[in-house]
């Protein structure tokens, strides 16, 4: 019989140990975060009926759909983000749920797209919302969420920028560019990458403004320095417009509402240059960059919606959310060596080399397990060497060594496998106390 | 514009936060527990090459496969198991990843199955499997896995049933019915649902067997009591069948190792009537029951099987795995009222009734959940009654009521919800060691 050759799509990926358990880590973690203000989980299918997900679609997403009719002659399609299935279920739910709805959704999306360094055609989104209120108090929780999500990961030093679209709708409707809000906000979207000028002459090019129109917009670039700055300059720059200065006092409620809630002052930058250029959002906005890799965008981004699910209900349905990006946040992980690359979730390793005592290691292990300590039988009697080897090579913390002698003698050898190092503590299977001190104190 | 529909696809459904929160939690238990004996998380693509999934494949798999072309033109499928997928995982990484290799994996798949009561389109499946070694210590820990993992789930009365299928084999063996233990082995796992006699008859029918030989193999239900009963009578059933006599043997071996494990000897049955009718298994084989609800069937099976990959490669990899039924479980700890119907995920809610003291809540919120106490505060300044009923609705465990007057005294009233009581706690935003007590001790 010839073989049938192992491999993957063009595109998609597997997951080893060593790449998986920081992954799975990570969602653990922002689950926690998110339940601990009170957002429950929810799932919806892989599969939706296909008129759910292309009706709101772009020709983009449309292109990008893995679409198909299934067995049951129904065209369906896999979904490409957390938010259109998202609209679906709070359509088809809410009366039920009741609002204010809190939920988050970690969960794969597939896009078509032509793979490229970083991007797969599988990958994982990390959604959380809260629905049905237009409440201030909403806004400042999703900004205390986004830092303590960040900071639960272990990363101290990033910025979350804030900004409110009310201000920059406001401006453009008194200088007379509503009706090109939307290539002119684009446009806007790249001033930090490409700077001043060229965002000028792409807004000339994409909107058809003139330059000294364009000049007025990125008059907001001007307003920068400390959040207090910002918020003195702006009235200046605002002039009259009711909008936009009702749009800046509610971005000055956030702020201090996030402060209130512990946010650290530096950790917030009122940035009213970002623009987040999707039609969808119409109240705060907000990124998330690491101080560290600035350059590799933002890594925790979302912001206030008017209208969640228009397409499928009348219901009139506000809400805000924000997205963490898991793969680019686990590649910034990477970059600053902040990853193990251990390929065992567990610290402890028996290695099992004097078979008579077989009943002895499961013992040992059970009675560690017990007291919360991970902990692997190694499954043969090899050689101790070859199993050291293993341990080794696995990212294992402890090896506990126990032959025929230690047994009587009632000890392990505990060897601390990264610094080469070993002492014997006393253990009887009626008495692991000692040995579980050693193991959980550092 | 018209609306579309909101709905999902025939046999998908939707969770809500009260589905989802426990099964959410079941499966970070499953992860806990599978990572304290050192298997490690792996995951794969969704979509594979189809002749990946079909190589393997019964007529049956093939017809409830997902299949489609994609953009590329490209045969592809979605899985419909575990199994296939980690054989061509190994097949593709097994040198890299070195033996033992111990994983587990859980992931939704995918059948087009015609649904039925409590049957989906999509289902997630929860495996563990150590591969690339015949050690009986491995099929020692596997059982050990089982017992940690149900336990851990908060179910006391269970059983695992354990057999060899060497044992089987062996007998069959020797009663010159070798070449038809498929049709035998199917019609034995009947046993326990249809009887004696009725097994008969389908053996006699499905196997083209004689009613004498199928009393034969049906001796084997005979050999039945307490583990040590049944290791007693088993020489007399085996005669001097070798292959049988040796898997009677490792059955010992194995429930002996268990029980140095920790396992209660009340959670095992020597069953060696249960057959789990895959051609797959060729060792060890395993069921888990719940002794309150034995008719559902198994919650946890699986077993030992000789080649995992061998569509794939020409590596030998034998291993041992189960598979918890997470659908299953989930719809008995209902049916026994072990599950809440909390829509929340965190014990504590805060009303916001006092607009004047917004501050003060999130600062009382931010304080709880820095001591690890999950907190929702309503996000709007709404009657106190209206937002009660919010709370008593979602199933919050406390609600804490605070309006000027208790922050003026520096005191939250703390409401159990559930028993209708309340008593006020002295709470400062620098002091709120008090709170924090009354919230963590019950």
Redesign the interface.
């Known amino acids: 019989m010839s073989?049938?050759?192992?491999?993957?799509?063009?595109g998609?990926?597997?997951?080893?140990?060593a790449a998986?358990?920081p992954?799975?880590r990570l969602m653990?973690t922002a689950?926690e975060t998110f339940?601990?203000?009170?957002?429950?989980?929810?799932?919806?299918?892989?599969?939706?009926?296909l008129?759910?997900l292309t009706?709101k679609g772009s020709e983009e997403t449309d292109r990008q759909l893995?679409q198909?009719?299934?067995?049951?002659k129904?065209p369906?399609g896999?979904r490409f983000d957390l938010t259109v299935p998202l609209a679906?279920?709070a359509?088809?739910?809410i009366n039920?749920?009741?609002t204010?709805f809190?939920?988050y959704h970690i969960a794969?999306v597939?896009r078509?797209e032509n793979p490229q360094a970083g991007r797969y055609r599988?990958f994982y989104q990390c959604d959380f919302d809260?629905i049905g209120?237009e409440?201030v108090?909403?806004d400042?929780?999703a900004v205390?969420v986004i830092d303590?999500l960040i900071r639960a990961i272990g990363i101290d030093a990033f910025t979350i920028s804030i900004n409110n679209r009310a201000i920059l709708n406001g401006l453009l409707e008194s200088l007379g560019l509503a009706d090109k809000a939307t290539p002119i906000l684009r446009s806007l979207d790249k001033l930090a990458k490409i700077g001043l000028e060229a965002t000028n002459a792409e807004m000339v090019n994409a909107a058809g403004i003139t330059s000294e129109q364009a000049d007025q917009v990125l008059g907001l670039a001007q307003c920068d320095g400390t959040a207090e700055q910002v918020f003195a300059k702006l009235p200046g720059i605002l002039g009259d417009n009711e909008k936009a200065n009702e749009g800046a006092a509610r971005l000055r409620e956030i702020y201090?509402?996030a402060i209130?809630?512990?946010v650290s002052p530096d950790r917030i930058k009122i940035d009213v240059s970002i623009a987040r250029g999707l039609d969808y959002y119409t109240g705060v906005i907000f990124e998330t960059t690491l101080d560290e890799l600035p350059g590799i965008g933002s890594i925790c981004s979302g912001g206030r919606y008017d209208n969640l699910?228009g397409?499928?209900?009348?219901q009139h349905l506000p809400g805000i959310g924000a997205s963490l990006g898991l793969d680019r946040l686990l590649s910034a992980l990477e970059t600053l060596e902040r990853l193990s690359s251990n390929?065992?979730?567990?610290p402890v390793?028996i290695p099992?080399f004097d078979k008579d005592h077989?009943?002895d290691y499961?013992?040992l292990?059970?009675n560690l397990?017990?007291a919360g300590i991970?902990?692997?039988?190694?499954?043969?009697p090899r050689k101790l060497k070859a199993q050291l080897k293993?341990a080794d090579?696995h990212g294992f913390q402890y090896a506990l060594i126990a032959g025929g002698n230690e047994w009587e003698r009632g000890e392990v050898q505990v060897k601390v496998l990264a610094e080469k190092t070993s002492e014997d503590i006393a253990y009887q299977h009626d008495a692991p106390e000692k040995l579980i001190e050693r193991l959980t104190t550092s």
């Open positions: 073989l049938i050759q192992p491999r993957t799509l063009k998609f990926r597997d997951y080893l140990p998986m358990i992954r799975e653990e689950r339940r601990s203000f009170g957002f429950a989980p929810i799932d919806t299918p892989t599969l939706e009926h008129e759910i009706g893995y198909f009719v299934d067995a049951g129904r369906v896999m679906r279920f359509a088809q739910h039920e749920l009741g204010p809190k939920r794969p597939w078509g599988e809260t209120t409440s108090l909403a400042i929780e205390t303590s201090d509402g209130a809630s512990g699910a397409l499928y209900t009348k390929s065992k979730p567990c390793f099992f077989r009943d499961l013992r292990a059970t397990r017990k991970g902990t692997e039988v190694y499954p043969e293993y090579g």
